[in-house]
């Protein structure tokens, strides 16, 4: 989430209530095609007035900016991953670390380079 000094603790208790929240939000900006507060308070089994005041304090926690740059989106990748391994330390993956999250900004490069040649494919 966005830099806020609100402290969001999340527990068993509210962790579906964050979810169903961030994917809501999520569908509705990226698609133009979403289903209905009502369709996702039956969903994740909230009153649909809980689940609209949730997207509301969902996104002023975001202070109602939807986009990350790459650099977070790898920080929060890298702090997933740490915690995997302090939770797993009994568990030696078969494959090196660089394998298991290579840094994000590569992947977006890779995909970003294999969609212009595609793009310069269908052009030709």
């Not at 939807?66 to 920080?75: G, S």
Request: charged share 25%; aromatic share 8%; net charge negative.
């Amino acid at each position: 989430m966005g830099n806020t000094s609100v402290g969001l603790q999340i527990d068993s208790y509210n962790i579906h209530r964050l979810i169903i929240s961030g994917v809501m939000v999520a569908s509705k900006l990226f698609s133009d095609v979403f289903f209905t507060n009502t369709r996702y308070a039956k969903v994740g089994g909230l009153p649909v007035s809980e689940l609209n005041i949730l997207e509301l304090e969902f996104l002023a926690l975001n202070n109602f900016s939807l986009f990350i740059t790459i650099e977070e989106l790898q920080q929060y990748g890298n702090q997933l991953l740490a915690h995997w391994k302090s939770e797993n330390e009994d568990i030696q993956p078969c494959i090196e670390d660089e394998d298991i999250a290579p840094p994000i900004r590569r992947r977006a490069r890779h995909l970003s380079v294999d969609k212009h040649e595609e793009d310069n494919k269908r052009s030709a």
